[in-house]
Structure formats: structure tokens, C-alpha cells
């Protein structure tokens, strides 16, 4: 896990997955000059050839003309490699659907240069501070070895699934998780239309028990912690 002292002394490996060279041209220069390392493949076929190195991030355009994006996102995946989705189609279904193969987050293009660093950086922040079994994210403290969580330094009183939900964003503060992904995580065998319903109750409980805004609304997509 990587916290944020130790980010900020990480040079980061990324793989920028871009077809428009002006584009591809406007990211790399922008990411050299804040110290991320950027190796640049044009089209499906370069970008599966690299994957014999390792990219701690790999930047995707879905849109690539010779090749499936859903097919890269598997291979990325099984690499290990973050990844964050670029796509000109503000396309809900489309979008989940990747993030559903594994992409950890996306972006529609056009998006500012500035707004793709913080993504990177929160891609790579999976938790900000890790103490033998116990893990902080802002307010929250979730010690997995007395299945207990914190909030403000206050114990929660939590359902089993209410910790299961909450424990899974705090491990991973700054991932999008699709209504697919958490139904299928913890109600793999379920009826859709009453468990989705119960996936809405359980995020409002939580909220209620902390903070409004601990775990926000993507709108369409899915939740990711506030």
C-alpha cells in the first residue's frame, strides 16, 4: 500500500494509451515536467507489446481504431497495472462497463491537465496511512484485527455488511466502485431489483452513522469515498 509521504517520493511509471498525437504530445510534456515517467503507445498493438514492462498507471483511450478496449483493460488487469479510462463518449453504460473490467477511474475528454495529475496521484493513494492492522483514511480508522471501525475517534455501531461496504472503500479511498461491482462483491447470489434497493439503504445508513459526504454519488456510475 502506498501512502502519501512515500507518493510523493515515488517517481511514477505510466503508460499513456493516446492515438491523437497532439493530445498524447500535450500529456507527456505536461507529466515529464512534474517528474512522472511516460512511455507513450499509439495504437493497441504498441500498447500490448510494452506490457512486458511494468507501469504502475496506464492511461487509457478507449477509442483506439485497432483494437478492443475492453480486451486491454483484461490484459492491464492482469498485470496489475492502474488504470484511468479517456473518452471522448459520455456514454453511462459504456463507462461502467470498463470500470466493471477493471479501470479504476475515467475521464471524458476534453478534461484539464491538471484535473489527470490529481486522478494519477488518487489512483496511486490507496490508503493514506497504514499501522499494523490498522488503517487511516481521514476521520476514519478501520482496525481489521478487532473488525472495528472509527469515526472522529468514536467506534461505529455497524451491521456486518455496513463494515463489510465501509471497509472496502476505506481500503480504497479513491476507486469508483460500480452498483455491479459492490452487488456482486456482497450479494453474489441475489435477487437485483431488492439487493439493489438494500446497496442504497446500506450506503444511506453509513452515511448517517458519519458524514454525509464520507461516501459520494457518481452519478450513473457508482460511489467512491468522499
Partial sequence: MIGKADLMN????????????????????????????????????????????????????????????????????????????????????????????????????????????????????????MEGSKITYNDLVLDQAKAMISYQNHQIDLTSLEYAVLSLFIQNPNRVFTRDQLLERFWENRDKVVNDNTLTATIKRIRAKTSADIIITVRGIGYRMG
Fill in 10 to 129: 515515488k517517481q511514477i511509471k505510466i503508460l499513456l494509451i493516446e492515438d491523437d498525437r497532439e493530445i498524447a504530445e500535450q500529456i507527456q510534456r505536461y507529466l515529464h515536467s512534474r517528474d512522472y515517467i511516460v512511455e507513450t503507445a499509439p495504437t493497441y498493438f504498441e500498447a500490448r507489446n510494452k506490457l512486458s514492462a511494468f507501469y504502475d498507471v496506464a492511461l487509457v483511450d478507449i477509442n483506439l481504431p485497432d483494437g478492443n478496449a475492453g480486451d486491454l483493460v483484461l490484459r492491464l488487469k492482469e498485470k496489475g497495472i492502474r488504470m484511468i479510462i479517456t473518452t471522448v463518449k459520455n456514454d453511462e453504460n459504456f463507462i461502467v462497463k470498463m470500470l466493471d473490467q477493471g479501470a479504476d477511474d475515467f475521464l471524458t475528454k476534453p478534461f484539464a491537465l491538471e484535473i489527470l495529475r490529481a486522478r494519477i496521484d488518487a489512483v496511486m493513494r490507496t490508503i493514506s496511512v
